[in-house]
């Protein structure tokens, strides 16, 4: 978008000048008081994520799927990680459950949950690579038709973002400052708490500016080295430990699952990062 209006600004400022919306907007505590902006944010989402699909459908119609599409292609593994970061939530499954109305509901609210991920996650995923092949941008807006549309668009996201970071940030910096400051409440203990958010904060945009272009593949090691073991190998750990002998046999497969999981798609990222 920057440079569609000609400025030349190196990728640092861009990066590092987001510290200070992000900041602040760490700082805040109670996220209730963020609940419009967040259903706003994801709103806007999700009408970006359909003005994708319906971008790379109308691109299928006049130009056809791209000539290089690959039922698989050679890291295809990779993915595994990115899939299940994506659904990866089991931290917040039982606070969920505990807060709801009705807790009998949860299977059926969780089933139908992880249903509209997948069919999203498919539908966005599939009509893109169809359209744009492997060399997809990892920012699929910057696959959209250059113009006022597109910078709309991107504009927007960026503002959502920033809507729904502090809900998304709020699990981390919770679960972290109850174990790092359990003294008595102070004005020190404020600042030190604020000292952390802002470090935290910090370090995600420092990774985010050495992933760089590999942002698509930081993702997966994220997900395979964190996402992975916390929903495939930690629940059956604990399941076998709390009720031995109870479903050995899923519980087998599922510890065998995630860690061949974990191996095969870290093989893969490293493979493809020393590439």
Known sequence: VAESYGCTWALEYFY??????????GWIRRIAKMKVTNILGDVIVVGGLGVVVAAACCKLGTAG????????????????GTAVYSFEGIGVAIPIREAMLRPADFDRVMSGSVAMVAAILACVGLSGYLAWGPLCNPVVLNELPAGNGRTFLVVVYALAVCFVYPLTIYPTFTIVEHRLFQQEFSQIRKWLKNLFRLSVTTLGVLLAYAAGEKIEMFVSVIGCVFAIPLALLVPPVLHRRMFPGKAPFRTAFLMAFGLAATVVCMRQNVASLLS
Do not use: D
């Not at 590092?16 to 907007?25: A, D, H």
């Not at 039922?71 to 990779?78: A, P, R």
């Open 65 to 80: 799927v791209e000539a290089n599409v690959r039922v698989f292609e050679g890291s295809w593994m990779s993915f595994i």
């Open 16 to 25: 590092f000048g987001q510290l200070p919306v992000f900041v602040p907007l």
